[in-house]
Every structure is written in C-alpha cells, then in structure tokens.
C-alpha cells in the first residue's frame, strides 16, 4: 500500500485519502444511535420485533426493523445516504461519485418500497433526525393496525 511515503489507495478503491478511508469504514451500517432509540422505544412498549432483518427471503435487502406477523418493515435513513431533501449536501470531494451513489439508493429504496407492498408489506420509513418518540408511536399504531385487521 505504501510506495516512497505516498498514500496509495488499494485497487478498485474509492478512497481519496487513507483518512477518508478510515472515516467510511467507521459508518455503522445497523445499531445506528436512532435505531438503537427506536427500538428501545418499542420494546418498553412491549413490542418484539427483528433487527436488520429480510422481510422478504428472496429479496436480498433487509429492513431495520421486521414485524414479520404484521408484514411492516421500517426503515430509519440516514440523511446523507439517503438524500433527505431537508439536510443532504451535496459532497465537495469526489462529488461525481457520491451523488451518483446517493441517487442509486434512492432508486433502489424505492424499488424496495414497491417490492416490499407488491408482496403484502406495510413499509414505514423515517429520517435519522425525525423524533424517535414520534416514530415509535407511528410505529406501534401501525403494529396494533395491521394486527387487528388480520383478526
């Protein structure tokens, strides 16, 4: 990785710098601090639920929290990852590829979305920066909903 001194980013990187580097890999993917509220949350309400889980077995994306019983998967997006129209920001470094990036998870958030409802799920999907006590309490109203209309 080394050659004279000089940084050099490993092959088929996307890394402009070892430090960028760093910084991407240290981005949680799941247990994420508003997640981590969320649920919380729901569980002192009694709930039970799965975490980072498929809703779906042949769809190879998972949801952050499953109700598999109720069919709801929801869905807590970053603002960044996921372009909230109220906070992303555009990248100043390597901009060509990040939003690029950011607009393929867009798309394929929908096309999960699509994917999810065409097959009987209920998809809920809130910001990082949304109220955690606001998404739970939508979250368990759509629990107890969908669990009464299955009876």
């Given at each position: ?51 980072a889980a498929k809703p779906l077995p042949g769809l190879r ?10 069919k709801l998967a929801v869905f807590i997006d970053g603002c ?72």
């Amino acid at each position: 990785m080394m050659s004279d001194g000089a940084w050099e980013p490993p092959v088929g990187s996307w890394a402009s710098s070892a430090a960028r580097r760093r910084n991407m890999q240290a981005i949680r993917s799941r247990d994420t601090r508003p997640e981590l509220l969320v649920r919380r949350l729901l569980h002192a309400q009694g709930l039970r639920y799965r975490v980072a889980a498929k809703p779906l077995p042949g769809l190879r994306r998972t949801a952050d929290i499953v109700f598999r019983p109720a069919k709801l998967a929801v869905f807590i997006d970053g603002c960044y990852w996921h372009g909230c129209p109220t906070h992303y920001v555009p990248p100043k470094t390597n901009s060509g590829y990040w939003s690029e990036k950011v607009l393929r998870n867009v798309s394929r958030d929908r096309d999960t979305d699509c994917r999810l409802q065409a097959a009987g799920w209920t998809v809920l999907r809130f910001w990082e920066h949304e109220s955690a006590d606001d998404c739970a309490l939508a979250i368990a109203a759509a629990v107890s909903r969908l669990r009464d209309s299955r009876d």
